[in-house]
């Protein structure tokens, strides 16, 4: 008879709500114009999404939450929509992505794209009213499903 295979383990999201101060986090950027952007870009979502921000691990700040589950069993929370100041870009999340947002896109300003990454080399130049439009609407279907 062969050995029955161990169950195997499902893998857990690394990054999570954490309890540190998203607004702590944000006065510690050394840059000064990505920490300003950081900044407005809280408010903006904040606005946007109606949520409180919270950090995601060390380095992601967080509007909302959803769970999600996977037809592997996979399941999990992530926020709605969220930011993090990386070195190359400031990155914007939103978790239904961005294909529906092509008309607001090119008002936006200069930008590059992932499926649910927005690259912006900092606010300055982008039509902020289009970006809190595209969060306010991605949040509000995530909310539908």
């Not at 900044?39 to 959803?66: C, D, H, I, N």
């Not at 300003?109 to 300055?124: F, P, V």
């Amino acid at each position: 008879m062969a050995a029955k295979k161990p169950a195997a383990k499902k893998s857990a999201n690394k990054t999570k709500p954490e309890k540190a101060s998203a607004a702590k986090f944000i006065a510690t950027i050394a840059d000064d114009g990505a920490r300003r952007d950081c900044q407005k870009l809280a408010k903006l979502m904040r606005r946007a999404t109606g949520e409180p921000p919270v950090m995601w691990g060390a380095s992601m700040v967080g509007f909302g939450s959803y769970h999600y589950k996977y037809a592997s069993g996979r399941e999990g929370d992530w926020f709605l929509a969220g930011f993090s100041p990386r070195k190359a870009s400031l990155t914007v999340y939103v978790m239904p992505g961005f294909e529906a947002y092509g008309k607001q896109l090119a008002r936006l300003g200069k930008h590059k794209l992932g499926k649910s990454c927005l690259y912006l080399d900092g606010l300055e130049g982008k039509d902020l009213a289009v970006l809190e439009e595209i969060l306010a609407d991605a949040v509000k279907r995530m909310k539908a499903k």
